[in-house]
């Protein structure tokens, strides 16, 4: 029953993306005339989907209490790497304002400043998340969902 319900939502999702990627064919189609190199300039955004699905798959198929945290903790990663990666201007320097020369591209530290932040917040719910995993095995033993809501049950009844 599982695997048919990770199925349908695989399913799902890769027809969204595809919707996704066919409203953006006209973007690609003028990118790839630019000639761009689609792995050696964009490697960090390849590097960000490789990420994100591993953790996302992590959180959905794995049903150990654990192997979520961590793939929570490997998604929340890629989703920093791919503000800061957002936020790089090729040719810009630090905003570091210079006098006799206005003509400098600088590049913006508003989203190197808040992913800062999201990396405490990050360690903040990994190491919470880590203290609920540790109290849940030491009440039930194991870190299996099926295990722990069974258990559940029968202290209930």
Same mark, same amino acid.
């Given at each position: 029953m *599982? $695997? #048919? +319900? &990770?199925?349908?939502?695989?399913?799902? $999702? @890769? !027809? =969204?993306? +595809?919707?996704? +990627? #066919?409203?953006? %064919?006209?973007? &690609?189609? @003028? %990118?790839? #005339? @630019?000639? *761009? !190199?689609?792995?050696g300039d964009l490697w960090v955004y390849w590097a960000v989907v490789v990420l994100m699905m591993i953790g996302l798959y992590t959180v959905i198929a794995s049903s150990h209490l654990l192997k979520k945290l961590i793939g929570l903790s490997i998604f929340q990663t890629a989703v920093i790497l791919f503000f800061v990666a957002m936020a790089k $201007?090729? #040719?810009? =320097?630090a905003p570091i304002l210079w006098e006799g020369n206005p003509e400098v591209l600088y590049s913006n530290p508003l989203p190197h400043a808040l992913m800062l932040t999201a990396i405490v917040v990050s360690v903040a719910t =990994? %190491? $919470?998340? +880590?203290?609920?995993?540790v109290r849940l095995h030491e009440s039930y033993g194991t870190l299996e969902e099926d295990d722990i809501r069974v258990e559940d049950r029968e202290r209930m009844a």
């Open positions: *599982r $695997v #048919g +319900l &990770v199925n349908s939502a695989i399913e799902q $999702v @890769s !027809d =969204t993306a +595809l919707g996704a +990627l #066919g409203a953006a %064919a006209p973007a &690609v189609a @003028s %990118a790839a #005339g @630019s000639g *761009r !190199d689609w792995f $201007v090729e #040719g810009g =320097t =990994t %190491a $919470v998340g +880590l203290a609920l995993v």
